[in-house]
Structure formats: C-alpha cells, structure tokens
C-alpha cells in the first residue's frame, strides 16, 4: 500500500507563487510516473503535469511556462512550483502516483492519490 501526502496549499494573490509537495510512503518498491492533477468546483479532474521517473515532463497547455514538476526518486517525493498564478488556477491538486508496492500479500503496480489540497487565487 501507498500513501500520498500533500502539502503547500494555501491562498495567494494573483501574480503569486506556491509550492505543492507530496510523500509517497509505504512498502513501496518503486515509483514510476508521478504527477499533479486538479479539479476546480463545477470542473472535472483535469491533468496538471506529470513526470517519470526518469525526469521526462509534460504539462498542460494552461501551465506551461508557469508550472515546474520535479521529483526525488530517492525520497519518493514530487513538487510542484507554481508561480504566476492566475485566478483560473484555483482549484483542489491531487498528487497521483503509479507505484509498486506490497499489497495484500504480493507486489504489484496500481494507481494511488492524494487526498487534496486547497490552492486559491485571487485577483
């Protein structure tokens, strides 16, 4: 099993900047691709930007050029740096991971999330 844990959120003026970072712990064998995702109110569950495990990144086009992800393999760990933050950025941020770890018995690779945290921004 994996837990995510996420930290950073908070209420910041438009122009601002945030950093998201998120723990992955557990009986964790290995991380493969880890990344952000958010959801504003009224809004699906939209991708933020994700990278491998070996540092390849992608993002969506709303956060290029403005979004940062990075990881540390060796701490489990994954960042977001958020920075010229814009109103329409609000929104709850989940970190996701696709790990291998020992559950139930056995190893095996699934999905896990975070369970959020708040980013607002105002104008």
């Known amino acids: 099993q994996v837990r995510l844990v996420e930290s950073g959120g908070g209420l910041v003026q438009a122009g601002g900047s945030l950093r998201l970072s998120c723990a992955a712990s557990?009986?964790?064998?290995?991380?493969?691709?880890m990344g952000w995702y958010r959801q504003a109110p009224g809004k699906q569950r939209e991708l933020v930007a994700t990278?491998?495990?070996?540092?390849?990144?992608n993002y969506a086009d709303s956060v290029k050029g403005r979004f940062t992800i990075s990881r540390d393999n060796a701490k489990n760990t994954v960042d977001l740096s958020m920075n010229d933050l814009k109103p329409e950025d609000t929104a709850v941020y989940y970190c996701?991971?696709?790990?291998?770890?020992?559950?139930?018995?056995?190893?095996?690779?699934?999905?896990?999330w975070g369970q959020g945290t708040q980013v607002t921004v105002s104008s």
């Open positions: 996701n991971t696709r790990a291998r770890a020992l559950t139930w018995g056995r190893v095996r690779e699934d999905d896990y």
């Open positions: 557990g009986s964790i064998f290995s991380i493969n691709a």
């Open positions: 990278i491998t495990s070996g540092g390849t990144a």
